[in-house]
């Protein structure tokens, strides 16, 4: 019976009084909460400096050390990393339980069979009552440190990491890291012309680049596997606008459908978009030839002042300056180009003094809207 509880005792008890060269090391298993990019790095950072076995449960957000160091000791160096720390209360029990037994068998003679009276419950300090040993397993010592990574937010192609002194820092994502696509939809051609694995893969191969002529130069072109794009003709040119401008208007227009179970607009965009949606002349959805489209636009036009604003005002976020940069216009363009092949042309003609932005005037004049009725008020 002794040479059991003995065993146990040192395989599950970090504090056990053997020691030396008979001490073995213990594996200590911990619950650690690794939700943010780069947390197991700064597990990996802690646990390495204090020259201990360790393994790393990522999707069970898990930590198993195996070392003959105190419980304490390693508690607290992985509370260093500023995450969320608690020790596995089912091994927390397991140990005091088997102290328990450990007092227990101690105490009796060896040579005698120890006579046990019933006895109350509590009266005795080691008793363990079956109840109360399964309410103990509910009890979790938490450390709440917000990690310095919860609030720094990275722009696409970092992730947040932290350094020796545990301050957030945002540093280039490692491809590898990034997840397997799901399939070929998720792909995305740079301009480079060279297909990526998913957006993912493209702006961490980005940011690898900062500095460079190559990285500078190098944009998400369009979503999709790489192509040959048809050149551009110009009365294609012409006919563009006028698609563009139907599907803004469609758009507002589903939105404002589907308003209230969303809230996708805000009130001001509501009262705009509701005369639209309640004009018994408004061209309703759907395949329409360009003649139509034309005559609909000259009939119309009041229809299309606040779309085309509207969209502007979406795309002009970061900054929100009056001007649209080709990294501000990618969410607009990259999905357009695989079934637009006129995009890319559009876009460059709409860019009237070359400066590589798109100012609110060049924009509105590319959808035809009259100079007279460009009014910034109406980003709303």
């Not at 103990?136 to 937010?153: G, R, S, T, Y």
Request: with cysteine.
């Amino acid at each position: 019976m002794m040479d059991l509880i003995s065993s146990h005792l040192i395989s599950s008890h970090p504090e056990s009084e053997i020691s030396g060269a008979d001490a073995e090391h213990q594996t200590h298993e911990f619950f650690v909460d690794m939700t943010c990019e780069g947390c197991s790095g700064a597990v990996t950072r802690v646990l390495k400096k204090i020259d201990v076995k360790f393994d790393i449960d990522l999707p069970n957000k898990k930590v198993f050390i195996e070392s003959d160091k105190d419980t304490g000791v390693l508690l607290e160096t992985l509370k260093k990393t500023g995450k969320t720390v608690t020790l596995n209360p089912k091994m927390r029990v397991w140990i005091v339980f088997l102290l328990c037994l450990a007092g227990k068998a101690l105490a009796a003679p060896a040579e005698e069979e120890p006579v046990i009276d019933e006895v109350e419950v509590g009266s005795n300090p080691v008793q363990v009552e079956t109840g109360e040993f399964d309410e103990a397993i509910e009890i979790v010592e938490d450390f709440a440190v917000e990690h310095p990574c919860l609030n720094h937010h990275c722009k696409k192609g970092k992730v947040c990491e932290v350094d020796d002194n545990n301050e957030p820092l945002c540093v280039c994502q490692d491809p590898l890291t990034c997840p397997a696509p799901a399939g070929e939809f998720e792909h995305v051609c740079g301009t480079d012309n060279k297909t990526y694995d998913s957006s993912c893969h493209f702006f961490a191969t980005k940011c690898a680049l900062e500095g460079t002529k190559k990285g500078h130069k190098l944009h998400l072109d369009y979503i999709g596997p790489c192509k040959l794009i048809a050149p551009c003709l110009k009365n294609e040119l012409g006919e563009f606008p006028l698609r563009m401008r139907d599907w803004l208007k469609n758009v507002m227009v589903t939105l404002y459908e589907r308003d209230d179970e969303n809230n996708l607009l805000n009130e001001k965009q509501k009262l705009r978009v509701k005369k639209i949606y309640e004009n018994e002349k408004r061209l309703i959805a759907g395949d329409h030839s360009l003649d139509l489209l034309a005559l609909d636009f000259e009939k119309n036009y009041n229809m299309y002042i606040f779309p085309v604003h509207w969209q502007f005002g979406q795309l002009d976020q970061h900054p929100s300056d009056g001007f649209l940069s080709h990294t501000e216009l990618s969410p607009l363009r990259a999905p357009l180009i695989p079934m637009e092949h006129c995009t890319t042309s559009f876009f460059e003609a709409c860019d009237a003094d070359q400066d590589k932005y798109i100012a609110l005037e060049e924009w509105a004049g590319c959808f035809g809207i009259k100079e007279q009725d460009i009014d910034k008020d109406l980003i709303v």
